[in-house]
């Protein structure tokens, strides 16, 4: 059992490119997050999705996309990546059972520094 | 949106001594989490608290939901070198998940 994986750890892009943050589970759970996390902040909610399909957003969603395909991947995409975007990205899952949301596990992280 | 208010910022203590940090919400929730961050790591669930009033512990760490919904504290006795690191607060309500900023516990051997 691999837990949340993330690729890759650290990423250096320039200003402008484009670039899709990988993310995969395999504790089939139905819930899965990114989180950005900045010096001396909270992690703060990218964008999340409760199934295969079914997407949406979260605090700080400009400038990025999300999909979900399968159950066990969340990609995250930097559509044109700016300064403002560096960052520690981390993606998130938990079981949905009746609504309700359970204990949150964490990848670990992907380092984003854009120049 | 707003994020819960986790205090202290940080902590410097003696191996040995206990520790106590806390968070609190206007906003009321169902669950709180506590998690520790180390370096270059994603954040680990340490403690998950479900019902008012729920004091529950591991090892050496007890947390407790407060009464109002919105509060909790977590407590660490007896700290050790590898305590160090990074605790957050989550507060948790149906699709919502708040997190607190983070207390750095620095321990000193």
């Known amino acids: 059992n691999a837990g949340v994986t993330q690729t890759p750890k650290f990423q250096v892009l320039k200003t402008g490119q484009s670039m899709t943050l990988q993310c995969a589970q395999d504790?089939?759970?139905?819930?899965m997050s990114w989180y950005r996390q900045d010096p001396g902040m909270g992690l703060r909610l990218i964008h999340y999705?409760?199934?295969?399909?079914?997407?949406d957003q979260g605090e700080v969603p400009n400038g990025y996309n999300v999909s979900r395909s399968t159950t066990e991947d969340f990609p995250l995409r930097l559509l044109s990546a700016a300064p403002s975007q560096t960052s520690v990205y981390f993606c998130a899952s938990r079981p949905w059972l009746a609504g309700d949301l359970y204990e949150q596990y964490f990848g670990p992280g992907t380092r984003l520094t854009v120049t | 949106g707003q994020q819960l208010n986790q205090s202290p910022q940080s902590m410097f203590i003696q191996e040995g001594e206990d520790v106590s940090m806390n968070c609190t919400s206007s906003s009321i929730f169902n669950t709180w989490l506590w998690y520790k961050q180390d370096p270059g790591e994603g954040p680990v669930l340490l403690i998950a608290?479900?019902?008012?009033?729920e004091l529950t512990s591991n090892g050496r760490l007890t947390a407790q939901f407060g009464i109002t919904r919105k509060d909790s504290f977590l407590n660490i006795s007896a700290s050790i070198p590898s305590d160090v690191g990074i605790y957050f607060c989550?507060?948790?309500?149906?699709?919502?998940?708040?997190f607190g900023a983070g207390t750095r516990l620095t321990v000193k051997p």
């Open positions: 608290l479900y019902k008012a009033g």
């Open positions: 504790m089939n759970h139905e819930y």
């Open positions: 989550a507060g948790q309500l149906h699709s919502d998940m708040r």
């Open positions: 999705s409760v199934g295969a399909g079914i997407t």
